[in-house]
């Protein structure tokens, strides 16, 4: 089992910035992909951005050139520095892990809530 514990999460001002944090625990092994999603009310949860072990990383449309993902591999540890943001970003924004060694996984942090006020 896998234990994310995500932090940094709170209130801004359209235009300010925010980093997310995710350490990732437990049984680590065969973790490849980690990344954000996020859930806005009544909405489906999507995609924000994910990195690989490797330093890929793939960004949702509506975060380019805003958001930065990275990660401390060798803390198990993944950030999510988000500038210029907006009251569209407001949203509860889940943690992701993906095991694709061995058998495959999927584990999900707590959530933190991100408002982001006009």
């Known amino acids: 089992q896998v234990q994310l514990v995500e932090s940094g999460g709170g209130l801004v001002q359209a235009g300010g910035s925010l980093r997310l944090s995710c350490a990732a625990s437990?049984?680590?092994?065969?973790?490849?992909?980690m990344g954000w999603y996020r859930q806005a009310p009544r909405k489906q949860r999507e995609l924000v951005a994910k990195?690989?072990?490797?330093?890929?990383?793939n960004y949702a449309d509506f975060v380019k050139g805003r958001f930065t993902i990275s990660r401390d591999t060798a803390k198990n540890t993944v950030f999510l520095q988000m500038n210029s943001l907006k009251p569209e970003d407001t949203a509860v924004y889940y943690c992701?892990?993906?095991?694709?060694?061995?058998?495959?996984?999927?584990?999900w942090g707590q959530g933190t809530q991100i408002t982001v006020s006009s």
């Open positions: 992701n892990a993906e095991r694709t060694i061995g058998l495959w996984a999927n584990y």
């Open positions: 437990g049984n680590v092994f065969g973790i490849n992909n």
């Open positions: 990195i690989t072990n490797g330093g890929s990383t």
